[in-house]
């Protein structure tokens, strides 16, 4: 019962909520003054994240190219010291 008063609270919230008055939940750029400082503060901050998006995904596919690149240049890549260890090696 406690679960059902708690979605009939809910619900009624809502519905107050969504036939309140519109200008109070639209910001500057959603209402039509594109040109005010807020809509411009709200675009530099989705280019920003756009940047960092961009930034992150190049690096991960740079990684994988990486890998891609060492992985066709065979065992003769290694440093010497640092050669794998196959099965057919014998250390003593």
């Known amino acids: 019962m406690r679960a059902r008063n708690n979605f009939l609270q809910l619900a009624l919230f809502t519905l107050i909520a969504s036939l309140s008055h519109s200008k109070s939940f639209a910001c ?28 992150v995904l190049g690096g991960v596919a740079g990684f994988f190219v990486f890998l891609a ?24």
């Not at 040109?35 to 930034?55: E, H, P």
């Not at 690149?69 to 003593?92: C, D, V, W």
């Open 69 to 92: 690149r060492r992985g066709s240049h065979g065992e003769s890549n290694y440093p010497a010291g640092l050669q794998p260890i196959s099965e057919t090696s014998t250390n003593a």
């Open 28 to 55: 500057a750029a959603c209402f039509g003054q594109s040109d005010s400082r807020m809509a411009q503060g709200m675009n530099m901050g989705i280019f920003a994240l756009l940047l960092v998006i961009t930034c």
